[in-house]
Nanobody, 118 residues
Framework: VQLQASGGGLVQAGGSLRLSCTTS????????IGWYRQAPGKQRELVAN???????TYADSVKGRFTISRDNAKNTVYLLMNSLKLEDTAIYYC?????????????WGQGTLVTVSS
C-alpha cells in the first residue's frame, strides 16, 4: 500500500484547505485510513480516521471544523479543514492500517505542510 498526500499550503486563520490522500497498491485491504499531524516541538497526534464501514472519529480539537471523507472510486480520502486556527499549523500525514492474519500493518504517506497565518 502506498499513500500520496497533497493539498497543504498557506492559509489565513479562518480559511479552509482540503487535503487529499490517494492510495495505491492493495487499497482494498485497508481497514482504517486517516490523518495525523505533527506541529513543531510536539508529538504526532491523530486528527481524524475513517473506517471501512464509513464511521469516523475526530480529535476533540478539530470536531465541528474538519470533515474526513472518501471516494472509493478514486481511492482517495479527503480532509476538509474549515475555520482554520493558528494551532492547526503542522505537517499532516496520511496513515492507513491493514489487518493481516494476526498482524497489523501501518502505512504512512509523506507529510504535507499546512501553515495557518494570522
Amino acid at each position: 500500500v502506498q499513500l500520496q498526500a497533497s493539498g497543504g499550503g498557506l492559509v489565513q486563520a479562518g480559511g479552509s484547505l482540503r487535503l487529499s490522500c490517494t492510495t495505491s497498491g492493495n487499497s482494498n485491504s485497508i481497514s482504517t485510513i486517516g490523518w495525523y499531524r505533527q506541529a513543531p516541538g510536539k508529538q504526532r497526534e491523530l486528527v481524524a480516521n475513517i473506517f471501512r464501514g464509513g464511521s469516523t472519529t475526530y480529535a476533540d480539537s478539530v470536531k465541528g471544523r474538519f470533515t474526513i471523507s472518501r471516494d472509493n472510486a478514486k481511492n482517495t480520502v479527503y480532509l476538509l479543514m474549515n475555520s482554520l486556527k493558528l494551532e492547526d499549523t503542522a505537517i499532516y500525514y496520511c496513515h492507513a492500517i491493514r489487518i493481516g492474519v494476526g498482524m497489523r500493518y501501518d502505512y504512512w504517506g509523506q507529510g504535507t505542510l499546512v501553515t495557518v497565518s494570522s
